[in-house]
């Protein structure tokens, strides 16, 4: 079965760079969730995107943007990098017609920031 | 203090042996509960998804959720070496738009 694309699965960028991560949903799953996880920690949420709407904003740092695009594709904007941004980044998602918050994520996109 | 508490472990058990994790939460709105298996840099796979409480079954796997007791437990019978993971908690309620809020993930080692 078809899972959530990640890309690029790993990164490595300067400080004050620009990174762009994108996420590809399942087929059919409407509905997209970003997450942070740093070294040891559990998945914190980021922001989240329904039928192309934000749906739902956590801890995001203003530095960060994202978007969900017509054809559910998303986007992670990450600019002015910090050393403290290196994490994995996870992608998530989900049909809101269907059981509810049946996240499926994807296999994460690896940011080191130096 | 976290809404969602894991003890971290690390948990080393023998193959073929009953393994039991748990999680207990603050959040009385919290209506759906999942657990999650993660290999090391990896994504989180979906293991079980429970609404409200009771009991779920899938395998070797089953997912208990005591409401009353702010306490919800993942036992696995059988272990094998392969089960050897971070396995994370979840939780979401209905006013929460779908976002999930973590435990802490429980290091598991199944030894042969």
């Known amino acids: 079965a078809a899972g959530v694309i990640q890309s690029p699965r790993h990164l490595i960028k300067e400080k004050r760079e620009t990174a762009t991560l994108k996420c590809y949903p399942i087929?059919?799953?409407?509905?997209v969730y970003w997450y942070q996880q740093g070294p040891g920690q559990d998945p914190q949420f980021l922001i989240s995107?329904?039928?192309?709407?934000?749906?739902d904003k956590g801890s995001i740092p203003d530095r960060f943007s994202a978007q969900q695009f017509s054809d559910y594709h998303s986007e992670l904007n990450m600019s002015s990098l910090e050393l403290g941004d290196s994490a994995l980044y996870f992608c998530?998602?989900?049909?809101?017609?269907?059981?509810?918050?049946?996240?499926?994520f994807g296999p994460g996109t690896r940011l080191t920031v130096t | 203090q976290k809404e969602v508490e894991q003890d971290p472990g690390p948990l080393s058990v023998p193959e073929g042996a009953i393994v039991s994790l748990n999680c207990t939460y603050s959040?009385?709105?919290?209506?759906?509960f999942m657990w999650y298996r993660q290999y090391s840099r990896k994504g989180p796979e979906l293991l079980m998804y429970?609404?409200?409480?009771g009991n779920k079954e899938d395998g070797r796997f089953t997912a208990q959720v005591d409401k009353s007791s702010k306490y919800i437990s993942l036992f696995i019978r059988d272990s094998q070496p392969s089960d050897s993971a971070t396995y994370l908690c979840?939780?979401?309620?209905?006013?929460?738009?779908?976002?999930?809020?973590f435990g802490q993930g429980t290091t598991l080692q199944v030894k042969p």
């Open positions: 995107f329904y039928e192309k709407m934000q749906s």
């Open positions: 087929p059919r799953h409407d509905t």
């Open positions: 959040n009385s709105a919290f209506q759906y």
């Open positions: 429970t609404y409200s409480s």
């Open positions: 979840a939780m979401s309620a209905p006013s929460n738009t779908g976002k999930l809020i």
């Open positions: 998530a998602s989900s049909l809101e017609s269907g059981g509810p918050n049946e996240q499926y």
